[in-house]
């Protein structure tokens, strides 16, 4: 087969994810999360992510070609997650991805994390149209942005001014007593709740707000002191309307949003990534709108959504296929890299 083979390494946050695509196909992908490791602080702490990825490289590289039945002699690029993310942890995957390029005599490409996030649709939808409207949902992003070229030119629209989605949904579980992460503990209990119960604040949908920013602190004070409220009167939380009435807020405004930058820009493909993309009533409010529009949805599914080496290796591949050139040596890790 003429398709690039390609590892990608991903390490910007608590999972070290190793993946090897032949051009659209997914061949394997490894992970090793410390998640577990992070929850007694109730987050992420970098310094114990790093000596996690550390730990679990070499391993978890074995692990994806010994799946993909392929050689590492084979490969024909590597393909590593550059930023943004944190930066130690980042390193770790930088490092390695440098070693085993090198090693090998094989072209390292440096990739932007989000266009992964993006790239990553190819696996399970084919070749990603261009250009696609893309809204990244995840516990450190809430992005629009719209890819022309997934190679080079993924334009930012609009992102989050102050909590990303799913930060939202783990603090208002905090407050629900309902555990950690929160997203799919709140999807549950949604199911089972009505969405219009309490009619919550939408965050930046007035006439004189920035169009594709989106923000959600407002919405979880305003579910906090909800809360509160008919604590310190001695009443019981519903908790399922709670629920469903918080998501449908946070739901309501990101699909809003996404179908607007769509028609207003002329695109016609929306994809939807990042652990949030996992929420069902995400994926059908999402549909029903894009239908009502004339918009092609592309969702996949929740395990290509959340962070993995698949991603990176899909677009190592398109990268390849796209004849770009390769990174230098002196690649370095960018915690804030734009894309
Ligand atoms: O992409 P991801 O695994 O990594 C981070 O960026 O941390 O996303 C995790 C986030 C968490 O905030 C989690 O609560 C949220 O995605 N999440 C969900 C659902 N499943 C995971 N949020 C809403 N509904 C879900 N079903």
Known sequence: ADEPLVLGIETSCDETGVGIVRGHTLLADAIASSVDEHARFGGVVPEVASRAHLEAMVPTIDRALKEAGVSAKDLD??????????????????????????????????????????????????????????????????????????????????????????????KIARVLNLGFPGGPVIDRYAKEGDPKAIAFPRGLTGPRDAAYDFSFSGLKTAVARWIEAKRAAGEEVPVRDVAAS????????????????????????????????????????????????????????????????????????????????????????????PV
């Open 77 to 170: 690029g590597i393909a590593v997650t550059a930023g943004p993310g944190l930066a130690g942890a980042l390193l770790v995957g930088v490092s390695a991805a440098k070693a085993y390029a090198y090693a090998l005599g094989k072209p390292l490409y440096g990739v932007n994390h989000l266009a992964s996030h993006i790239c990553v649709d190819q696996l399970e939808h084919g070749a990603l149209p261009e250009p696609t409207m893309a809204l990244l949902v995840s516990g450190g992003h809430s992005s629009l942005l719209l890819s022309t070229d997934i190679t080079s030119d993924v334009r930012p629209m609009g992102a989050t001014i102050d909590d990303a989605a799913g930060e939202a949904f783990d």
């Open 246 to 337: 918080f998501q449908e807020a946070v739901v309501d405004v990101l699909t809003r949003k996404a179908v607007r930058a769509c028609k207003d820009q002329g695109v016609d493909h929306l994809m939807i990534g990042g652990g949030v993309a996992a929420n069902s009533r995400l994926r059908v409010l999402a549909q029903e709108r894009c239908e009502a529009a004339g918009i092609r949805l592309r969702v996949p599914r929740p395990k290509l959504c959340t962070d993995n080496g698949a991603m990176v290796a899909a677009l190592g591949a398109e990268m390849v296929a796209r004849n770009r050139a390769a990174s230098d040596w002196d690649l370095s890790a960018d915690s804030s890299l």
